[in-house]
């Protein structure tokens, strides 16, 4: 890997587990965590001019368009640097996926694949199997919807990696199990926090 800049990307299906899991991988590994939402966020509260735009798609009940979003991720890994890098929230439309590809050729894309029902039960106690709905987006019916959704987005964007050869399915029913897999994974590319370099 000498010379060459690792870069990622981390998918999954909302409340998959995405921000549990890359919290892990910062802890454990020598990577950078890109959270396109919470970077948009960040924007957005400090009244960038980035910000500023997105802020007027967000209120209007629109998507940030693919341009901005790219020109805005770009940005951000720029900051980076010569580090390892883990994006996660983006890219989530095809266009999107070819656009960081043809500026960013990445390394891996890690797919987190947790079956619906998993997803839909994550609002049940786990002891007593009561639900523990505290926002309106948490129903399982409005869950449910933006699972479709996820998917008719993201299929393309998978398979576009799956196409590249970057592409592992990672299947877990709970975060241990994922993170499992994805330790094992990133081992194969990044040097762990543990390993002092030389």
């Known amino acids: 890997m000498a010379g060459r800049v690792f870069k990622c990307v981390i998918l999954g ?4 587990g995405k921000g549990t899991i890359s919290a892990r991988i910062v802890n454990h590994f020598d990577i950078v965590h890109i959270s396109s939402g919470d ?3 960040q924007n957005i ?3 960038t001019p980035i910000g500023f735009e997105a802020q007027q798609y967000i209120q209007a009940g629109k998507l940030v368009p693919d341009e901005t979003m790219i020109k805005f ?4 890994i720029k ?3 010569n580090k390892a890098w883990l994006l996660d929230g983006f890219p989530r439309t095809l266009s999107q996926a070819v656009a960081l590809w043809d500026l960013e050729r990445l390394n891996l894309a890690m797919n987190l694949i947790v079956p619906y029902k998993i997803i839909v039960d994550r609002g049940k106690d786990d002891v007593t199997g009561e639900p523990l709905i505290q926002r309106e987006d948490d129903k399982p019916d409005i869950v449910m919807k933006r699972l479709e959704q996820y998917e008719e987005m993201t299929v393309p964007v998978i398979e ?5 050869r970057i592409l592992r399915d990672l299947n877990g029913e709970e975060s241990e199990k994922l993170w499992q897999h994805v330790s094992e994974e990133l081992a194969l590319h990044v ?3 543990s390993v002092r370099k030389t």
Do not use: Q
């Open 160 to 164: 576009f990696y799956r196409d590249k």
């Open 13 to 16: 299906a909302p409340a998959s």
């Open 39 to 41: 970077k948009l966020r």
């Open 45 to 47: 509260e400090n009244r």
């Open 191 to 193: 040097p762990s926090k």
């Open 79 to 81: 900051k980076v640097g």
């Open 73 to 76: 991720i770009t940005g951000e």
